[in-house]
């Protein structure tokens, strides 16, 4: 077994452009959930119209890629108003029931048949990124830094827009929430008809936070498009959604910190348990006292199964996350 | 214990005109604050509220009262914009409400308190309190990324929240969250707060529940203090000694209708109020019997 591999591979994880890019879903994400308490279950959605309006600007527009943020952002606000005109009236577990399906909509449709001419079916869109490339002042060609910290001149362009995106989405969200709008999201979690005696249109600050969230989700789908240099349907899945809001869970709810941290854990221990189990089971299956434990083809579920059981544990001995305030917490049973 | 008592002059004006008012449900004040005509709302088949006419005199206190299951929280909730009628008019300050949503009654001056009190338990009592000043320029996304548009406001907010916990005696709880206070201090905290949206009528509702006697006697003064500096107060109460000590009007509310309305030493002697709350007689409603 490779321990420095797997040391150096977890390590370079907690840092690299997936940490990154679940870092910036889960700011969004925390804008809606942690603090307005919004359910949203389809930021898959939103980090899919990043992706896509990127995607699309060659491949159907035919302009440059800059007009992939516009375009991105015209998604989001059309996708974050036909979510929440309907449902943001209604109690918290409409949004999640809408916010599900509208992900899998928005995924079964750029991955279907009949728009392949625009979205590129489930091949996605490719080449897009050169001009992204072209901005790069690094060598693709060679490598920098040292290991586990070595990247080609491209991936560290990358990592460098993609982190530098977490820092100031981070520095917005904490002065939004400590100016007296994150007052009144806040608020509406906490109960929202005592919001609107006051005066406030909660209606409308719901809404807010939907698209102000969803903005932040598509810098993210963004950022990994660019990384990868392909837009692909599936990599808006269910699971994504629910990766984000994992990550955000254990990094502790409505706290800037726990958005961008609890992601780096998350992805660094995804990563940690995936490689151990590889080097576990390279040459022959794992054997605990002649049963049979665990073999090569197993790694995946096995991997998922302990996730599962490291968020049970999470929910059991820590609930409030990471950075998460056992005082808050303390607060929701009364 | 009442003759020892001063009032405002605005306070002595109000109990002045109600003085001269006849003590009949309906009836017409010389200078309604509020006014409602008409309004209905029917929760399938039961007729929930069923109001012909309301008149709430400014500058007065004033009870509503009636048996569980009267209509008064539902009647509150009509007049606020948090539930529609499906008829009726209602005007506050000769503005009709009719179109007017929930969150735009508090900054016309109208704010209501709700029976099981809404205390933003993760936010802190101050924080609390700010939230209810109106027409704040940090409210607005864009606003909130850019502090120095709202600082100043902000400030003048915060002195005005600390003037009214101190007040209400919550000063000392200022920075706690406010899922740690006690029950009684969450009623106190939320009329605190909603006298930060600088309203013309509080609606209290039942802002006596669950709270301990020796609390009630500072609520009650907090009440009189809210009618002493100009505001008119509308509240639901089933305690009725508070209501007794504390009310210059009471408006008497059964099976959805107004049935009585006084001086609280009216009401106290009036048969169809103590019928009203002591049951009915052969097993007949009031109201059948009122249409027999």
């Known amino acids: 077994m490779d321990i420095i591999k797997i040391i150096e591979n977890t390590i370079a994880a907690f840092f690299g452009i997936d940490a990154a890019y679940f870092a910036l879903a889960a700011i969004g994400l925390n804008i809606q959930f942690g603090y307005t308490g919004l359910l949203n279950f389809g930021q898959s959605a939103f980090m899919a119209c990043g992706a896509y309006g990127l995607g699309m600007t060659s491949q159907y527009f035919g302009v440059g890629m800059w007009w992939g943020i516009l375009i991105g952002l015209a998604l989001v606000?059309?996708?974050?108003?036909?979510?929440?005109?309907?449902?943001?009236?209604?109690?918290?577990?409409?949004?999640?029931?809408?916010?599900?399906?509208?992900?899998?909509?928005?995924?079964?449709?750029?991955?279907?048949?009949?728009?392949?001419?625009y979205f590129g079916g489930s091949?996605?869109?490719?080449?897009?990124s050169t001009?992204?490339?072209?901005?790069?002042?690094?060598?693709?060609?060679?490598?920098?830094?040292?290991?586990?910290?070595?990247?080609?001149g491209y991936s560290l362009w990358t990592m460098i827009i993609g982190w530098s995106l977490v820092v100031i989405f981070s520095f917005l969200v904490?002065?939004?929430?400590?100016?007296?709008?994150?007052?009144?999201?806040?608020?509406?979690?906490?109960?929202?008809?005592?919001?609107?005696?006051?005066?406030?249109?909660?209606?409308?600050?719901?809404?807010?936070?939907?698209?102000?969230?969803?903005?932040?989700?598509?810098?993210?789908?963004m950022i990994f498009a660019l990384d990868r240099g392909s837009v692909q349907p599936d990599n808006y899945s269910r699971d994504v959604t629910f990766y984000v809001l994992t990550a955000l869970v254990l990094g502790g709810v409505a706290k800037v910190r726990g958005s961008v941290i609890g992601p780096m854990m998350f992805w660094g221990l995804y990563v940690f348990s995936d490689n151990f189990l590889r080097e576990l089971t390279k040459d022959k299956p794992f054997n605990l006292f002649g049963i049979g434990i665990i073999q090569k083809a197993q790694v995946g579920p096995v991997n998922y199964m302990l996730i599962g059981l490291g968020l049970m544990l999470l929910m059991t001995f820590r609930p409030q996350g990471v950075f998460g305030s056992k005082e808050e917490m303390a607060l929701d049973g009364r | 214990m009442d003759a020892e008592r001063t009032y405002s002059e605005l306070a002595q004006r109000a109990r002045t005109a109600l003085a001269s008012v006849n003590a009949s449900p309906g009836v017409a004040k010389p200078d309604p604050i509020l006014l409602a005509e008409n309004v209905r709302r029917n929760f399938g088949g039961v007729t929930a509220v069923d109001v012909q006419h309301l008149e709430v005199q400014r500058g007065s206190i004033t009870a509503l009262i009636g048996p569980n299951g009267a209509g008064k929280t539902t009647l509150f909730n009509l007049l606020t914009g948090f539930d529609?009628?499906?008829?009726?008019?209602?005007?506050?300050?000769s503005k009709n409400l009719k179109k007017v949503v929930a969150h735009k009654t508090a900054s016309l001056g109208m704010v209501r308190t709700f029976q099981l009190t809404k205390s933003l338990t993760k936010l802190s009592v101050i924080e609390n309190m700010k939230l209810g000043a109106t027409h704040q320029m940090g409210e607005k996304w864009w606003n909130g990324l850019l502090p120095f548009r709202y600082r100043k406001q902000?400030?003048?907010?915060?002195?005005?929240?600390?003037?009214?916990?101190?007040?209400?005696?919550?000063?000392?709880?200022?920075?706690?969250y406010a899922g740690t206070l006690s029950g009684g201090q969450r009623?106190?905290?939320?009329?605190?707060?909603?006298?930060?949206?600088?309203?013309?009528?509080?609606?209290?509702?039942?802002?006596?529940?669950?709270?301990?006697?020796?609390?009630k006697q500072s609520l009650n003064e907090h009440i009189r203090g809210l009618r002493d500096d100009g505001m008119t107060v509308l509240f639901v109460e089933h305690d009725m000694d508070m209501v007794h000590d504390i009310s210059d009007w009471v408006v008497v509310m059964a099976e959805g209708r107004i049935i009585a309305e006084g001086t609280p030493e009216q009401i106290s002697s009036n048969p169809a109020v103590i019928e009203a709350y002591l049951g009915t007689h052969q097993g007949k409603s009031l109201l059948e019997e009122e249409n027999a």
Not at chain 1, 123 to 128: E, L, Q, V
Not at chain 2, 168 to 175: A, C, E, G, Q, V
């Open chain 1, 77 to 117: 606000v059309i996708l974050g108003l036909l979510v929440g005109i309907p449902t943001l009236r209604l109690r918290a577990d409409y949004l999640a029931i809408v916010t599900i399906a509208t992900a899998e909509i928005v995924r079964l449709v750029v991955r279907s048949v009949r728009f392949k001419q």
């Open chain 1, 123 to 128: 091949d996605g869109i490719n080449s897009f």
């Open chain 1, 131 to 152: 001009s992204f490339r072209s901005l790069s002042p690094f060598d693709p060609g060679a490598q920098y830094g040292i290991r586990p910290f070595q990247y080609s």
């Open chain 1, 174 to 221: 904490y002065m939004l929430m400590k100016s007296p709008w994150g007052r009144v999201v806040k608020a509406i979690r906490e109960d929202e008809d005592a919001v609107r005696s006051l005066g406030k249109n909660v209606y409308s600050y719901k809404m807010q936070s939907l698209i102000i969230g969803g903005v932040v989700g598509m810098f993210s789908g």
């Open chain 2, 84 to 93: 529609t009628p499906d008829t009726g008019e209602w005007m506050f300050d």
């Open chain 2, 154 to 176: 902000e400030a003048i907010i915060e002195r005005r929240a600390d003037e009214l916990l101190k007040r209400f005696k919550l000063d000392h709880m200022r920075d706690q």
């Open chain 2, 187 to 215: 009623k106190l905290l939320e009329m605190a707060r909603a006298l930060m949206t600088n309203p013309r009528l509080v609606m209290l509702d039942e802002p006596m529940a669950g709270v301990n006697p020796a609390l």
